[in-house]
């Protein structure tokens, strides 16, 4: 229930910038729905609340990462490392093989980040666009697990076999959107910056 007025606080605010730049001659509006909101925060609000909301919006995203980076490793040590791997690893060892797996783990998700932007790129839609088609990838699970609730015979074999041909119809289907977006979009000319460079020119205007 909570993530009710959290979700509507967010449309709200999309739904204002929509608003704003829907009043705003042509040549000023950006090119992308991703760079719309940073660009009325380095440019329409005074000093200094661009550099108190990018820092509390850079707060919030590592105070999420850093907890889901820390379990990854956690699980990867102690459910591969120390199960399959080395049974007999330390507590020195296992400390040290979680520390690897976290800088692993960081390194796999930026550049999984950085393929969404290069995608949305591609595509010419948002990185939240995106992320749903990544998302999208996810609708494999919810059949796995009815099969094992409603059938008794299902196994390891079973869950397998479902998963890979779901996996195979989620990525035909998202490869078929892929194609047909890009052939209705066509070669289209993205002049405004990406909401990276949008960030930065924020952060170093504050440190001037």
């Avoid at 090119?31 to 005074?46: K, Y």
């Avoid at 919030?60 to 049974?87: H, W």
């Avoid at 059938?151 to 779901?166: E, F, K, N, P, Y």
């Amino acid at each position: 229930m909570i993530a009710i007025p959290v979700v509507g606080v967010l449309w709200y605010i999309g739904l204002a910038t929509f608003v704003y730049y829907a009043h705003q001659p042509i040549a000023d509006r950006p090119g992308t729905g991703d760079a719309a909101l940073f660009r009325i925060i380095s440019t329409q609000l005074p000093a200094p609340m661009p550099e108190l909301i990018i820092s509390a919006m850079l707060a919030a995203i590592m105070s999420t990462l850093d907890s889901g980076i820390n379990g990854l490793a956690t699980v990867i040590t102690k459910e591969i490392y120390l199960r399959f791997l080395r049974p007999e690893a330390t507590e020195v060892a296992q400390v040290r093989f979680s520390r690897w797996m976290t800088l692993a783990t960081g390194l796999i998700a930026i550049s999984m980040g950085l393929l969404m932007f290069a995608l949305a790129t591609v595509l010419y839609q948002s990185v939240m666009e995106v992320g749903l088609l990544w998302g999208a990838l996810t609708y494999v699970l919810p059949g796995i697990f009815l099969i094992g609730v409603l059938s008794r015979r299902a196994g390891a074999v079973t869950a397998l076999i479902a998963g890979a041909v779901g996996m195979t119809a989620v990525v035909a289907m998202l490869l078929w959107h892929i194609g047909l977006h890009r052939t209705a979009s066509g070669r289209r000319d993205r002049r405004d910056p990406s909401a990276l460079r949008l960030v930065a020119s924020v952060v170093s205007k504050g440190a001037t």
